[in-house]
């Protein structure tokens, strides 16, 4: 599966971003879906996770209350509506499948995800 990321841009502190994450190639409602972000200088985070229907879903404590992530299997697309922006969130995000998941599971590490998007930027200016 082929993964698209779009939606980033440059917003200021309080602002809100959706980021969408087009997959094609296979169907998309197989597979887990996540979203990872990096800094300049830093490792690649998690951000939040979808299993494959999307009933579960799991958020780092810092986006906890403010990020939503979801998804459309029939558009083969998934999303992160970013709220309440801040600084810190400054980075690439990158969205990211796995078709070797369980229905229900929701996958928070780098290394369990297969395929992954170019990533979109997004800049919070304070």
């Known amino acids: 599966v082929q993964l698209q990321a779009s939606g980033g841009g440059l917003v200021q502190a309080g602002g809100s971003l959706r980021l969408s994450c087009a997959a094609s190639?296979?169907?998309?409602?197989?597979?887990?879906m996540g979203w990872f972000r990096q800094a300049p200088g830093t490792e690649r985070e998690f951000v939040a996770a979808?299993?494959?229907?999307?009933?579960?879903?799991y958020y780092a404590d810092s986006v906890k209350g403010r990020f939503t992530i979801s998804r459309d299997n029939a558009k083969n697309t998934g999303y992160l509506q970013m709220n309440d922006l801040k600084p810190e969130d400054t980075a690439v995000y990158y969205c990211?499948?796995?078709?070797?998941?369980?229905?229900?599971?929701?996958?928070?590490?780098?290394?369990?995800?297969?395929?992954w998007g170019q990533g979109t930027q997004v800049t919070v200016s304070s």
């Open positions: 190639g296979r169907p998309f409602k197989n597979y887990a």
């Open positions: 990211a499948a796995d078709p070797e998941s369980r229905p229900a599971q929701v996958l928070v590490r780098k290394s369990q995800y297969e395929y």
């Open positions: 979808t299993s494959w229907s999307g009933d579960n879903t």
